[in-house]
């Protein structure tokens, strides 16, 4: 009787073990299902940024924006339907995420060499990677084994995604809340080494703030107006030196108080951060190491694994 106990706790055991194992992602998930999938996603990518190299920073937003809200579940990239309003014209994407097409070419490209394997929320992890490769930034492994959200949540999207407004402790609060340290926060606040950001987003800071520099300021000016819906989607560049290399300019700028967003300089302002931006500043290796361990933390939270979720045909429409 004793035995027959012990066997069934043995079983529940390894059933529990084989459960939680399903629920972990790996590097080498696709190695006998889709081998050719990084290959087949980097391709995708080079062409695309070839094309136009902000392209890159648009693509690592939007694996950023995904994970905020609800997990990396591609939730995403899913169009409004009839049941749900989705994220896409949430106040964080709108007029401002970008990319999407590219996505969809991407998952036409992997659909090709393995239909209905690879997952769009891990189409957004890999060309994550790839855009930061590209742009001459670090590389790493991907973890992948994600699966697809089948409705989003525009409510969700508005309340998870840190403003641009956001002050240092709101910023550490939120990313604290999806077990991102405050050294994550400042690392992977280096992804504003690419992209551009609308003047509607920097307006407040380049014409009511004084922690910038003057010269900057007045270089901001001349392209975003004073007035409210003037020129709201003129473009900057978030990094002014290097807006399209991966590289540590970003904290440089910070520490000559040239930080285009408000949320920016908010973690060079006198705070517990300055240390780490300072550090960051100095040593390109120690941001890229940081970096890379803040980005793969950031891939994990809440991903939909074994029989949660789907693969999805089209990333903008549930199968």
């Not at 990084?38 to 392209?55: G, H, L």
């Not at 990319?99 to 060499?113: L, P």
């Not at 500043?281 to 694994?305: E, W």
Request: proline share 4%; hydrophobic share 35%.
């Amino acid at each position: 009787m004793a035995s027959s106990s012990f066997m069934a706790i043995l079983t529940l055991a390894l059933l529990l073990q084989t459960a939680t194992l399903s629920a972990q992602l790996s590097t080498n998930f696709y190695s006998s299902s889709c081998p050719r999938v990084f290959s087949t996603v980097r391709s995708t990518v080079q062409s695309a940024i070839r094309n136009e190299a902000r392209i890159g920073a648009s693509l690592l937003r939007l694996h950023f924006h995904d994970c905020f809200v609800n997990g990396c579940d591609g939730s995403l990239l899913l169009d409004d339907t009839s049941s749900f309003t989705g994220e896409k014209n949430a106040v964080p994407n709108r007029n401002s995420a970008r990319g999407f097409d590219v996505v969809d070419n991407i998952k036409s490209a992997v659909e090709n060499v393995c239909p209905g394997v690879v997952s769009c929320a891990d189409i957004l992890a890999i060309a994550s990677r790839d855009s930061v490769a590209i742009l001459g930034g670090p590389s790493w492994n991907v973890k992948v084994g994600r699966r697809d959200a089948r409705t989003a949540s525009q409510a969700a999207a508005n309340n998870s995604i840190p403003p641009p407004t956001s002050n240092l402790n709101q910023l550490i609060s939120r990313f604290n809340a999806l077990g991102l340290s405050t050294r994550d926060l400042v690392a992977l606040s280096g992804s504003h080494t690419i992209g551009q950001s609308r003047c509607i987003q920097f307006r407040p800071r380049i014409y009511n703030e004084t922690n910038l520099d003057s010269s900057f300021a007045q270089t901001r000016r001349s392209n975003c107006p004073r007035a409210s819906g003037s020129g709201d989607n003129n473009l900057a560049p978030l990094d002014l030196q290097t807006p399209t290399a991966f590289d540590n300019n970003y904290f440089k700028n910070l520490i000559q108080n040239k930080g285009l967003l408000h949320s920016d300089q908010q973690l060079f302002n006198g705070g517990s951060t300055d240390s780490i931006v300072r550090t960051y500043s100095n040593s390109y290796n120690t941001f890229s190491s940081d970096f890379v361990t803040a980005i793969i933390k950031m891939g994990d939270i809440k991903p939909l694994t074994g029989s949660n979720g789907e693969i999805r045909k089209n990333c903008r429409k549930p199968n």
